[in-house]
């Protein structure tokens, strides 16, 4: 279980090394950050570290979920929750999201169901799994309430858009929203991880009954 938690703390944190070096390194560099979404760099020359990343996220919350499964801290419903995660990750690599230089296309529109899954299925997961547990569960809790909280902006826009007519995707720099959205989620991977290990350390100082 540790290890499987380790390897999983190992692979996200390569992938916030890979998405911070997006944002630094040209040619996606140049891309304006505060308002064009993250998977806007898969459509860069670049745009194969922006799958790899996010395909490292995936593989990584997957290791992460299994100690936590094997911990016995995950419910059945948690756990399809937050398996959804992963899956909704995996969907963002495999279609991508529209080119609006080429127009709109199918695989943007699923693309963008599989990123509005895993926004979601995360914080909830995370919510249904902490329920009222002490300790370590209650940061996994907040830190799910903090990436509910960072999603409601965007929201907001997509309801407020038929009374204000502005595009829900112009109302707020979405490119801003989104990167603190997915950083306070990865944030909560990482204490979930956490959460095993100190799971598995507390049962390791639980002495055990011979007969």
Known sequence: ???????????????????????????????????????QYALMPDGWVFDVATLLLAAGSAAILAALHRAGRLGRGALTVLALWVVGLVGVVWFEKHNWQAGPSMSGDVHRVFSVVAFLSLPIGALLAAGRAPGTARWVAAGGVVSLLCFTPILGAVLAQPWTGVRWWHAIPLGTVERLLGLAEVVTVLLLAVWALRTDRIRGRVPVMSD
């Not at 998405?19 to 891309?31: K, M, N």
Request: proline share 5%; aromatic share 6%; glycine share 6%.
């Open 1 to 39: 279980m540790r290890a499987l938690a380790a390897l999983g703390v190992a692979a996200v944190l390569t992938s916030l090394g890979l998405y911070a070096s997006l944002h630094v390194l040209p040619p996606s560099a140049d891309l304006d950050w505060t308002r064009r979404t993250i998977s």
